[in-house]
């Protein structure tokens, strides 16, 4: 009697699937507008907290009497945003640092280390929170920022790890042998190796930023209106949930886009060399 | 490296840790707007006079760097300092009064994280049933999405009366093991989605080794050979992954304190936030690192003790 063999991953279609959601998402986070938004002709108290009806309004309407699934689908664009901005941020102080931690070693490395150590150990969102709620002006940048503060060091272990490792292997020492030079060492025969390895982590740190900006918003020091974010629009349904329930609606697409990154992250992970 | 070199470094980096960590936080509070001493007052301002007496009283007068440096001294005596308001407290005291709260949340929450874990992930593998498997994936997969907030803002709404959802649990918290089932059900499950979905692939890993097959050509039953044997050859990146992972739980113990009004630490520290009470914030939040910091030395030293090849190289898995 043994354990069934399988993947640990779902089946491709499942992967398929989250990718198709991720897709259909960039789509509407580029294109959707936000017409009825916060726009005065869009929307008429006469139909403030209205519960969904279908087909016509499926998400039904908001405390201004905006259509909730036209401000959800143009919420998306912030979200996003500020997941794909926080990524690229950390990205941009992980790969320098960690690449040249896991390539020089010593000292430099240890040092690195720490830092990492220590920012793991502070709950930086909370900390993000003290500081945005005592600014005025908190914009989509603001926020990623804090973000990339917290992201970070999740990147810069994986790449440090990665380069180190790269670092040894045979091509490497017989690059050196042949003469080339430490940049080159570097550029060409140690990060084609190395950088892929954080591939696999990007989905699920996106996803965490997502949530991130949504408990920032909820508590009050994220985004907030005119700006529309589904964690914005999650704060303002906080205040009006007991007259209206449908207001929790906006998660639906929080919870199925988080949800579709997670498991194109795991596919990620479990297909891609670490 | 002997285990216990490796051991005394590691407390030592622990050290090092906590130290910048005083800085980082006690800096930052001073650094965003606000006065806190102007915060007492409300609406009717205060003297000049009374201002400058009461900044004088708490060394806000002087310069940073002197201001930063006396807190340590404090510090390294025990001495967490005073509360801001016009009846001072010792702040171990305020801290020592909400920290019961958030220690059971913290321990249930980290025990629960770990006994749900590792019950899900061998269920998931031992029954010959895809539906199962695909059932624990597919929780796993939604108990990492969920943001906790979102979660626990869900389950307060649907089952408290505090939002006309169903009267099952008491909400505002009133302390009775009853208030702590919703916080702790949204904390692990944020806990443990991710610690599945690990555990997972890795025991698949380990179970297609021949070592595997080996413990079934002796006879082994297949719930031993998942549960001990394969479980045991998984658990180096699971414990890394835990100990790396444990400012994520206090940041969702915080979370949860919030939605739910739990007066525990993390609720005591986003009020001294508010007031910019700089004394409480950064013993608060020294508090519940150490929990962090102890938490992953632990995990290393174990994990060092689990596989020697760890402290062979003289440094933790990363």
């Known amino acids: ?274 | 490296m002997t285990l216990g070199s490796f051991a005394r470094r590691r407390v030592l980096q622990a050290l090092v840790t906590l130290l910048a960590l005083t800085l980082v936080v006690h800096a930052g509070i001073s650094l965003i707007p606000g006065d806190p001493v102007r915060a007492l007052f409300g609406f009717v301002p205060p003297s000049p006079a009374e201002l400058a007496e009461l900044r004088a009283r708490y060394g806000l007068d002087q310069a940073y760097p002197v201001q930063y440096l006396s807190y340590l001294t404090q510090l390294v005596q025990g001495n967490l300092g005073v509360t801001i308001s016009f009846t001072p407290q010792p702040v171990s005291t305020v801290v020592g009064a909400s920290l019961p709260t958030t220690a059971i949340l913290i321990g249930v929450g980290l025990l629960l994280q770990l006994t749900t874990a590792y019950g899900v992930t061998v269920l998931s593998m031992f029954r010959r049933s895809r539906l199962v498997s695909a059932l624990t994936w597919w929780v796993a997969v939604a108990a990492t999405a969920a943001p906790v907030i979102f979660t626990a803002w869900a389950l307060r709404s649907f089952f408290t009366l505090g939002y006309q959802g169903l009267d099952w649990f008491p909400y505002p918290f009133d302390g009775t093991p009853d208030a702590y089932v919703l916080p702790l059900i949204a904390l692990v499950a944020m806990l443990a989605g991710p610690v599945v979905l690990l555990f997972r692939s890795e025991l698949l890993d380990t179970l297609r080794s021949t070592f595997t097959r080996f413990a079934v050509a002796s006879g082994h039953s297949e719930l031993r050979i998942v549960a001990v044997h394969a479980a045991k050859a998984s658990a180096g990146p699971v414990i890394a992954y835990l100990g790396a992972s444990l400012g994520y739980l206090l940041t969702g113990v915080v979370i949860v304190e919030s939605v739910y009004d739990i007066p525990g630490v993390g609720n005591l520290i986003l009020d001294s936030v508010a007031r910019r009470d700089r004394a409480v914030v950064v013993g608060g939040v020294l508090i519940i690192s150490v929990f962090a910091i102890l938490g992953g030395m632990v995990a290393d030293i174990v994990a060092a003790a689990v596989d020697p090849r760890i402290r062979l190289e003289g440094d933790a898995p990363r």
């Open chain 1, 1 to 274: 009697m043994r354990p069934r063999l399988q993947s640990a991953a779902r089946a491709r279609w499942v992967t398929r699937g989250a990718a198709l959601v991720l897709v259909g998402a960039g789509f509407l986070a580029i294109f959707s507008e936000a017409p009825a938004g916060l726009d005065p002709s869009g929307c008429s108290l006469e139909r403030s907290l209205v519960p969904p009806s279908f087909p016509a309004h499926v998400f039904g309407y908001d405390l201004q009497g905006c259509d909730l699934l036209v401000l959800t689908m143009a919420g998306t664009r912030n979200s996003l945003l500020v997941g794909v901005l926080a990524t690229i941020l950390a990205l941009a102080v992980a790969i320098p640092v960690g690449t040249t931690a896991g390539f020089a070693g010593g000292w430099v490395d240890g040092l690195v280390g720490r830092l990492v150590d220590l920012v793991t150990a502070l709950p930086i969102i909370l900390i993000g929170l003290v500081v945005l709620s005592g600014l005025d002006d908190r914009g989509v940048l603001l926020v990623a920022i804090v973000m990339a503060i917290a992201a970070w060091p999740i990147y810069t272990k994986v790449i440090r790890a990665a380069t180190s490792r790269e670092s040894e292997q045979a091509h490497v020492d017989a690059a050196r042998a042949l003469g080339a030079s430490r940049s080159r060492l570097l550029v060409r025969h140690v990060m084609p190796g190395s950088i892929g390895s954080v591939i696999a982590v990007i989905p699920a740190t996106i996803a965490f930023t997502i949530g991130a900006e949504a408990l920032l918003s909820f508590l009050g020091a994220g985004l907030q209106l005119p700006d529309v974010s589904w964690g914005v629009l999650l704060a303002e349904a906080q205040r009006y949930i007991r007259q209206a329930p449908h207001l929790m609606l906006p998660g639906l697409f929080l919870l199925v886009v988080t949800g579709a990154l997670v498991v194109v992250g795991e596919a990620a992970r479990v297909r891609l060399p670490d």
